[in-house]
């Protein structure tokens, strides 16, 4: 069934966190929701057996769901392509001596809508990050078709950053269903008050003129993983077209 893209406008925006709170709230509305990240780079490798860890950002997804691993997180399916070095996936899997086959990706995915209702598959960095040498993440979005959801923040510089990701997925032809602002960098000591009130304001004013179909969620700092109210509105819900 659906599937949802989550980007952002850079690495440690906020993908991982967003991901994992909208599966949870699709799961409260009562729908059969997984999340899959497209490549994760920084996996440590198992020492018991020598084999590649499940990756990081799935773990974090399913403590933020309040469930256990999946019998698809155990085989790797919600994450086949897993590297060691923190890196540019294209880096990490040179250096791992591998190619990256997007077509892993397409089948591990469609594996999972047979058993899902909504896919929500996260990125690795932001856009344009390279997933092959000769591969960038939007290309392989627009060969799907997949709807985006883009995160942001109030961070100084975010505004650019989003706008610009807003322009290349819809150079695409691709919809952008969700722009996330989530507030980890609202506070003084990550920017400034202000500068993160009016970057709000600024791009729910853009989106209201220039993407008026475009859903706008706001993410809170999570403090307790488990608790945090994340408010997905009807129409949202309705997007989805599940029922
Ligand atoms: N809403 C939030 N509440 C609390 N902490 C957050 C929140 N959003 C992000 N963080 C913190 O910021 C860090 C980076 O966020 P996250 O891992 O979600 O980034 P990402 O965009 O998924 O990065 P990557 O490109 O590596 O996947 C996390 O380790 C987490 O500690
Ligand atoms: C390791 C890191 N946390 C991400 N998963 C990968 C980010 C790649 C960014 C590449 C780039 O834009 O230069
Ligand atoms: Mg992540």
Wanted: proline share 5%; glycine share 6%.
């Amino acid at each position: 069934m659906s599937v949802l893209f989550i980007s952002g406008i850079d690495t440690d925006i906020g993908k991982t966190y967003a991901t994992g709170m909208l599966a949870k709230e699709l799961m409260k509305q009562s729908i059969n929701v997984i999340t899959q990240k497209l490549v994760q780079t920084g996996v440590a490798i198992n020492p018991d057996n020598g084999e590649m860890n499940i990756a990081d950002d799935i773990i974090i997804h399913r403590q933020l769901m309040g469930i256990a691993l999946q019998p698809y997180d155990l085989d790797f399916t919600t994450c086949p392509y897993r590297y060691q070095k923190p890196a540019s996936p294209h880096l990490s899997a040179q250096l791992a001596g591998h190619t990256l086959d997007p077509e892993v990706i397409t089948n591990a995915t469609q594996s999972l809508q047979v058993d899902y209702e909504v896919v929500l598959l996260e990125g690795a960095g932001g856009l344009l990050v390279p997933i092959t040498e000769a591969l960038l993440t939007l290309d392989y979005i627009a060969t799907q078709g997949y709807p985006v959801i883009l995160v942001t923040s109030g961070r100084l510089g975010s505004i650019n950053h989003t706008l610009l990701s807003l322009e290349a997925i819809t150079s695409r032809g691709l919809d952008v269903h969700s722009v996330i602002y989530n507030h980890i960098h609202d506070s003084a000591a990550q920017t400034d008050e202000q500068i993160a009130t009016s970057t709000i304001d600024f791009l729910q004013n853009y989106l209201a003129q220039n993407y008026p179909d475009t859903h706008w969620l706001q993410l809170p700092m999570q403090d307790d993983l488990y608790e945090t109210v994340f408010d997905l509105p009807t129409t949202f819900i309705k997007s989805l077209k599940i029922r």
